[in-house]
Antibody, heavy 118, light 106 residues
């Protein structure tokens, strides 16, 4: 079946980086984009950006420009999201979702908890 | 940046009641508006895409309407399993979500 499986929970110190993976299966990876969405504890959803699995084009949320990089590995049908210079307010569940910047997100990963704490 | 504002923030509803959630965009987004349901400790689930298009497997009591700046998600005859947070999402310009509406069952 179509699914996205994400990597496990991470605990990082302020200033560090984190890289979350999202492995796709059950569909042609390069036919869709992957978007990333995060959710701080008890808060709503925040769109982070999108990457085309076809050509690697990206679009990032303005507030994360310069700190976030999204990549894909088409040989393993895996998308990655790296966030640098972590702060306490980056503590959140990070989701990947199938969809591009002009579409709805029809398949979601299970989420990856990233905790930033000294 | 397009801002989405949902109302209400919270709604307490009895089973079989009709629920209406609205989402207003700060500028016209055509029909590029989607709705999601998120239950506690679960990933969001797509309910409606492009304002009014139904999604396979989603109960028919969920429907969407609107275009431009004003959109509505309607849940006809609410069931206990519909207790969740509901979010609108625009894909007209980059991405963005409304702040969410929590629906509680009385």
């Amino acid at each position: 079946q179509v699914q996205l499986v994400q990597s496990g929970a991470e605990v990082k110190k302020p200033g560090a980086s984190v890289k979350v993976s999202c492995k796709a299966s059950g569909y042609t990876f390069t036919s869709y984009g992957i978007s990333w969405v995060r959710q701080a504890p008890g808060q709503g959803l925040e769109w982070m950006g999108w990457i085309s699995a076809y050509n690697g084009n990206t679009n990032y949320a303005q507030k994360l420009q310069g700190r976030v990089t999204m990549t894909t590995d088409t040989s393993t049908s895996t998308a990655y999201m790296e966030l640098r210079s972590l702060r306490s307010d980056d503590t959140a569940v990070y989701y990947c979702a199938r969809g591009h910047d002009k579409s709805a997100f029809d398949i979601w990963g299970q989420g990856t908890m990233v905790t930033v704490s000294s | 940046e397009i801002v989405l504002t949902q109302s209400p923030d919270f709604q307490s509803v009895t089973p079989k009641e009709k629920v209406t959630i609205t989402c207003r965009a700060s500028q016209s987004i055509g029909s590029s508006l989607h709705w999601y349901q998120q239950k506690p400790d679960q990933s969001p689930k797509l309910l409606i895409k492009y304002a009014s298009q139904s999604i396979s497997g989603v109960p028919s009591r969920f429907s969407g309407s609107g275009s431009g700046t004003d959109f509505t998600l309607t849940i006809n005859s609410l069931e206990a399993e519909d207790a969740a947070a509901y979010y609108c999402h625009q894909s007209s310009s980059l991405g963005g979500f409304g702040q969410g509406t929590k629906v509680e069952i009385k």
